[in-house]
């Protein structure tokens, strides 16, 4: 963990020994939530970034971010640890290698978040644009589409008032409520498919954000250092003939599976196929800070 606790935040103009952080003089702070941030910030919260974690006060000294958490412990992290910046929605969360990415409300004027966006974005270089895209929506539309027409029809072939008569009368395999219970069986499987399938995918140097469903709402982040490389291979048929070039991400941890990203058809778009995927490949391995393997 990058994060290391501290028994105060630096002061403005103070003296102290360096183990309570007040030797080291302060370059920008940012005071508490007022009540309309701590109601976004709550709203906002994700699994890995929890409201009850935001910061109620940064301090920003040459070489450490400091935080005060709302549970009131306090931090600091090296900003060498800075890995870039993703702006969602009304907060801008600063990637932190190895350790819980710092989440702060946009606020006009923050000097904290002014010093950090120019240290994160380096003068001179250009920025890189944040990879987003969408996977397997026609897959889930296609699998959700004939489970839910199915459904309908059962819903609609048999009544609900002559299933409960059915029930009643201790006929529990009778048609009626094996057609209404395939019915909403059917309804379920493609609304799963519809809410699970379909993959929305963020990638920058903040890591790999996946969020899964026709509306997205299942959110998965991971940081760039699970990575270790990004993986190009083309699939071959028994006659070995290519059918697909499938992008992938390989984890450090040998033990996880990898992480499909897409796939390309080699049978439809042929060379173009190739091109689109090492081009997806280069700029997933730039965003990542991982090389580019080809196999295949």
Known sequence: MSWESVDALPATHTSGSPYHGAAEPVVARRGGPTALERVRQYFRSTPELPSSQAAREVVLTPNHVYVERMTGARQRVPLDALRGRRVDGPRVIYGIHAGEDLALL???????????????????????????????????????TPALLLGLYFLTEYSLDEMWDRIHDGLYTAEVVLGVAAGFACVLVGLALLFTVPVTWRVDAVGVHRAHGILPWLHYHEPPEDFRAVHVQTLRSPERAPFAIEVRLLRRDEKRRELIVTRFSARSIGAAAEAEAMELARRLGRHLGVPVQRAG
């Open 106 to 144: 946009a606020r006009p004027g923050c000097p904290v978040m002014a010093e950090l966006d120019a240290r994160v974005m380096r003068p001179g270089e250009p920025a890189e644009t944040a990879l987003t895209f969408r996977t397997a929506r026609a897959l889930g539309l296609g699998l959700a």
